[in-house]
């Protein structure tokens, strides 16, 4: 079992809020990752870090925005939630190898 | 284009019995092919992950094959159990980025009946 965490696991908020999605590893590793993925759909990354104060954009247009002040720590922000934001957000984190460990998920509803 | 696509999308198997799942890739330059376990609700686990030179790779019940030539893989599930009920995700890194580019496939979600 992977040491990469994520909270909250179920999040239902109203239109307008302001959220942020934790996620936490104890692994060590320099480069993180978000992905988004819809049911039956393939995961989507939105955002990358190789490691402190490094983030990118990933492949899907996101309107959230991440930060990576600690190695340990890649928090992922919505600044005004949309329904169109109602997904399964996970994170994950990759050893030298390029092995990649994913988190449980959050999974987001927006009303 | 790259791209990753599975078969089928869905397949329903009794305990005990066999089954294959199919993964076609366009992906290049091609550095690996993974499979993961997916179930309800969580994150994806690493099954097996193979490189070029890999025809075939076991990790207890779960054998994957690799032909590169035809950038085909598959994966043998043998004498299922109930707990292998999840989706199963075919994932192709290539050689062409630093950040080693993974490619989702969209999964095959099986169900195993009693």
């Known amino acids: 079992e992977a040491d990469i965490y994520q909270t909250p696991r179920y999040l239902v908020i109203g239109t307008g809020k302001k959220i942020t999605l934790e996620c936490s590893q104890t692994m060590g590793h320099d480069k993180m990752y978000w992905y988004q993925q819809d049911p039956g759909m393939e995961l989507h990354l939105i955002h990358y870090?190789?490691?402190?104060?490094?983030?990118e954009k990933g492949d899907l247009s996101s309107e959230s925005t991440v930060s990576r002040i600690r190695t340990e720590h890649f928090p992922l922000t919505l600044e005004s939630a949309r329904p169109s934001h109602t997904s399964q957000y996970l994170c994950a984190s990759s050893d030298p190898r390029a092995e990649q460990y994913f988190g449980p998920g959050t999974r987001l509803t927006v009303t | 284009k790259n791209q990753v696509e599975q078969s089928p999308q869905s397949l329903i198997i009794l305990e005990g019995k066999n089954c294959t799942l199919q993964?076609?890739?366009?992906?290049?330059?091609?550095?690996?092919l993974r499979w993961y376990k997916q179930d309800t609700g969580r994150g994806p686990v690493s099954l097996t992950i193979?490189?070029?030179?890999?025809n075939t790779k076991s990790n207890g019940r779960y054998t994957a094959t690799l032909d590169a030539d035809t950038k085909q893989s598959s994966l043998h599930i043998t004498a299922s159990q109930l707990s292998d009920s999840a989706s199963y995700i075919c994932?192709?890194?290539?050689?062409?980025?630093?950040?080693?580019?993974?490619?989702f496939g969209r999964g095959t979600q099986l169900t195993v009946w009693p």
């Open positions: 994932v192709v890194s290539d050689r062409g980025s630093t950040l080693g580019r993974l490619y």
């Open positions: 193979m490189t070029f030179s890999e």
């Open positions: 993964c076609n890739y366009t992906v290049s330059p091609f550095s690996n």
């Open positions: 870090s190789y490691g402190v104060n490094s983030t």
